[in-house]
């Protein structure tokens, strides 16, 4: 089996097992899916907040709902940055209380979302990882898991060291709302790796079973 941990779904197959990022529309019926659900730092307002949590709370509490999520910090918005920290900060009480995982999303924020972080007891992936190393290293000292996509098809040598030395027992991988296939991104990440296709399979796995539960 495949995982794809952050996607919009393009093409369902059955050996690809992929969990589909909600943004909006948290009571709209999920009907067996597998998704994550959360307030993207891009779509915030303000005025509805307050509102917008407790629909997502009511919603998160859901069996189908994997992760809460993406949710974070991105410095590249124009969201204001008390409202995105606010936002962030309610979803990290959320993940908490319902004991589910956290799909975080960091735009030039490392050190902000990590400082965030630090009373979190449950699994964090940080997604759409495209960065060098030196920005990367603390949040894989801080033991949080880091899902690639297709910045591993790309080539870019630095985000590919980034990959290299990431443990394989903290990675997941994702297409997000690229149309590629995921398989295309284990077989990119297994070159990258210089391990085998099955021995990627195996482990990405095993990590999903330790952090989502369905
Ligand atoms: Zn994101």
């Known amino acids: 089996m495949y995982y794809n941990i952050h996607t919009h779904p393009h093409s369902v197959s059955e050996d690809v097992l992929f969990i589909e990022n909600l943004y909006k529309n948290f009571d ?95 699994p964090v992936i940080f997604h759409g990882i495209n960065n060098k190393l030196s920005l990367i290293q603390p949040v894989i000292d801080a033991g949080y898991y880091l899902s690639f996509g297709k910045s591993l098809l790309g080539g870019n040598a630095a985000i590919l060291n980034t990959f290299k030395i990431t443990p394989l027992e903290q990675i997941f991988l994702e297409t997000d709302d690229a149309d590629i296939d995921i398989r295309e991104i284990y077989k990119s990440a297994a070159v990258v790796k210089e391990i085998s296709e099955k021995e990627i399979v195996l482990q990405l796995e095993k990590n999903f079973l330790n952090v989502f539960h369905y």
């Not at 009907?31 to 993207?40: D, E, Y």
């Not at 920290?85 to 030039?108: D, E, G, S, T, Y």
């Open 28 to 122: 709209h019926e999920i009907m067996g899916r597998k998704v994550s659900m959360g307030l993207h730092p891009w779509y915030l307002n303000a005025d509805y907040l307050d509102e917008q949590i407790i629909n997502l709370a009511e919603n998160a509490e859901k069996s189908e709902v994997l992760a809460i999520g993406e949710c974070g910090l991105d410095k590249l918005s124009s969201t204001d940055w008390d409202l995105q920290l606010k936002a962030f900060q309610l979803q990290i009480k959320l993940a908490r209380n319902l004991n589910k995982p956290l799909i975080i999303h960091c735009v030039r924020a490392f050190s902000e979302v990590l400082a965030q972080l630090k009373t979190v007891n449950v």
